[in-house]
């Protein structure tokens, strides 16, 4: 559906160590590597990538932005959540169902260490 989502970080090495525990447990890893970017994915496409801002600025996440991962189980949204938190991250939900968006809906949310906002959510029963 999607070629790549961007977001920004100046320290690239923190990002690194931080998204590379946290994505692990999806069987994502850093499939390109610059000193402008990082691209994580499971190979091919869609690509997750994570560059310093073009203009030099300071990364700014938005208002209500926020991307999902999807999970084929469960327990890869409470490790990815457990990674982030003992990572740096900031939770923003703990793991659960949310039967308001399904009765099948499991996610969490959390926060990297430049302020965006994340989701890794499993769209099926246990």
Do not use: W
Not at 82 to 92: K, T
Not at 97 to 124: E, I, M, S, T
């Amino acid at each position: 559906m999607y070629s790549h989502t961007t977001i920004g970080a100046n320290d690239l090495d923190r990002a690194r160590s931080f998204y590379d525990a946290v994505l692990a447990p999806l069987g994502l890893r850093v499939r390109y590597s610059s000193p402008q970017i990082l691209g994580y994915g499971a190979g091919g496409r869609p690509l997750f990538l994570i560059v310093r801002p073009f203009d030099g600025g300071a990364p700014s996440p938005g208002n209500g932005n926020m991307i999902a991962f999807m999970a084929a189980r469960r327990a890869q949204v409470d490790a990815c959540h457990a990674a982030a938190l003992a990572n740096g991250g900031l939770d923003e939900g703990p793991p659960g169902l949310r039967p308001h968006y399904h009765p099948d809906y499991y996610g969490a949310y959390f926060r990297d260490l430049d302020g965006n906002k994340l989701c890794v959510c499993c769209h099926r029963p246990e």
